[in-house]
């Protein structure tokens, strides 16, 4: 009977404190791996997104312009948008979602401004531009494109969180 209830008490033991740190150590060793990795997706998708933004606005500029041949191209971001329902007006144009033409979405803020105003009030061009709304914690780089269709980046050494203006979007290089 003794041997019995030996052996049951042996079974019943549980885990020593040594053990218990012994695999908290080893979660927090695998979490001290995996929390970067997964930042740098976090990161990574935000610019992968504000790309996509800066293409959708391309296109919704290009629509506006040809939608509104007297006044060129958008004299703003919140031109391209409108509320539900939407009625397509030159200031409320129904091309781009909300949350784009709010100017911030996934991490990234974004503009478009209309430039070179000719003298009845055209736009000629256009600025369109993404910068992280944190730097290093939504996105890193910045992503702008005028009327010429390119999409451009700056890798941000100056850590800005501005979107860049039409000069500043020229002297950048074309995304590939």
Avoid: W
Wanted: glycine share 6%; net charge neutral; with cysteine.
């Amino acid at each position: 009977m003794a041997r019995y209830s030996e052996a049951k008490d042996e079974e019943m033991r549980g885990f020593t404190i040594i053990e218990l740190l012994i695999a908290i150590v080893i979660i927090l060793i695998i979490a001290a791996l995996a929390i970067p990795k997964l930042l740098h997706s976090r990161l990574a998708a935000n610019e992968a997104d504000a790309v996509a933004s800066i293409k959708s606005i391309n296109a919704a500029e290009v629509a506006y312009q040809a939608a509104y041949p007297t006044r060129g191209f958008a004299a703003q971001l919140s031109y391209m948008a409108g509320t539900q329902p939407c009625k397509p007006s030159p200031t409320s144009a129904c091309l781009l979602d909300k949350s784009l033409a709010s100017g911030a979405k996934n991490g990234y803020s974004f503009s478009a401004i209309g430039t070179k105003q000719t003298a009845n009030g055209l736009y000629l061009d256009y600025a369109a531009g993404g910068s992280p709304i944190a730097y290093g914690d939504t996105g890193v780089r910045l992503f702008c494109s005028t009327s010429d269709g390119v999409l451009r980046y700056s890798a941000n050494p100056s850590h800005s969180m501005v979107p860049p203006n039409a000069s500043q979007c020229q002297a950048e290089p074309p995304l590939e």
